[in-house]
T-cell receptor, first 114, second 114 residues
Framework: EAQVTQNPRYLITVTGKKLTVTCSQNMNHEYMSWYRQDPGLGLRQIYYSMNVEVTDKGDVPEGYKVSRKEKRNFPLILESPSPNQTSLYFC?????????????FGQGTRLTVV | AQSVTQLGSHVSVSEGALVLLRCNYSSSVPPYLFWYVQYPNQGLQLLLKYTSAATLVKGINGFEAEFKKSETSFHLTKPSAHMSDAAEYFCAVTISSNTGKLIFGQGTTLQVKP
C-alpha cells in the first residue's frame, strides 16, 4: 500500500529538548516536504527536498532542520523547540518526474512544547 | 505571489442540503488547483484536482468543483450533504508541475446537522 508514515503521532516535550520527527514514503517519490498546520492559517511549508541531498527552505523554516540522506526518508529536526512550535505537522511526498499530479500526506504529528 | 482564500472558516448545512465551499486563488500563471479533505485525527486526502483539462472536475464521494478563470475561483460543491462529510476542507494551488509545493487556503470546517 502506498503511504507516507510519520512518527510519532503525538509528542509532548519541554522547551529546548532536541527532537526528531521521522517521515518515510514507499512510493519512490523525488519530492518531499514538511508542513505545519495552525488554526486559521492552513498549512505552511517548512522545508522541502527535491531529491537526495537536495533540501531548501520553505515559507516558515526558522527553528527547523531537515536532512535527506535516503530517498525514502525525510526527518524533521527541532534542535531547540520553543512553545511557538506547538503545532500539527505533516510530511508529504510527490512525484515530479513526469510533472506534479498530487501530494500524499502522512497522518500528522501533533507536537506540544511546554 | 500565489495565494488562496477560502471564504468562511465554518460552514454548517443540514443533511441532504447542498454543500458549497468557496475558494478563490491569486496566480499570475495558469494554476493547478486542488481540494483536500481532513477527517479528525487523520492526514489530508485528495478530493479532486484541476490540471488544465476539463474545467468541471469530479472527485471522490460525490464532490465536484468548477474552475472559473474569469472569477479566479474553484468552488467545491456536493448536491446532498451526508453526515460523513463533516471534516475540514482545504483548497490549494501550485503554479508549477515541476515542484510539489502547495499553497493552502486557511481551511473550512464543514458541519453537517441531522
Amino acid at each position: 500500500e502506498a503511504q507516507v508514515t510519520q512518527n510519532p503521532r503525538y509528542l509532548i516535550t519541554v522547551t529546548g529538548k532536541k527532537l526528531t520527527v521521522t517521515c518515510s514514503q514507499n512510493m519512490n517519490h523525488e519530492y518531499m516536504s514538511w508542513y505545519r498546520q495552525d488554526p486559521g492559517l492552513g498549512l505552511r511549508q517548512i522545508y522541502y527536498s527535491m531529491n537526495v541531498e537536495v533540501t531548501d527552505k520553505g515559507d516558515v523554516p526558522e527553528g527547523y532542520k531537515v536532512s535527506r540522506k535516503e530517498k525514502r526518508n525525510f526527518p524533521l529536526i527541532l534542535e531547540s523547540p520553543s512553545p511557538n512550535q506547538t503545532s500539527l505537522y505533516f510530511c508529504a511526498s510527490s512525484s515530479v518526474r513526469w510533472g506534479f499530479t498530487e501530494a500524499f500526506f502522512g497522518q500528522g504529528t501533533r507536537l506540544t512544547v511546554v | 505571489a500565489q495565494s488562496v482564500t477560502q471564504l468562511g472558516s465554518h460552514v454548517s448545512v443540514s443533511e441532504g442540503a447542498l454543500v458549497l465551499l468557496r475558494c478563490n486563488y491569486s496566480s499570475s500563471v495558469p494554476p493547478y488547483l486542488f481540494w483536500y479533505v481532513q477527517y479528525p485525527n487523520q492526514g489530508l486526502q485528495l478530493l479532486l484536482k484541476y490540471t488544465s483539462a476539463a474545467t468541471l472536475v469530479k472527485g471522490i464521494n460525490g464532490f465536484e468543483a468548477e474552475f472559473k478563470k474569469s472569477e479566479t475561483s474553484f468552488h467545491l460543491t456536493k448536491p446532498s450533504a451526508h453526515m460523513s462529510d463533516a471534516a475540514e476542507y482545504f483548497c490549494a494551488v501550485t503554479i508549477s508541475s515541476n515542484t510539489g509545493k502547495l499553497i493552502f487556503g486557511q481551511g473550512t470546517t464543514l458541519q453537517v446537522k441531522p
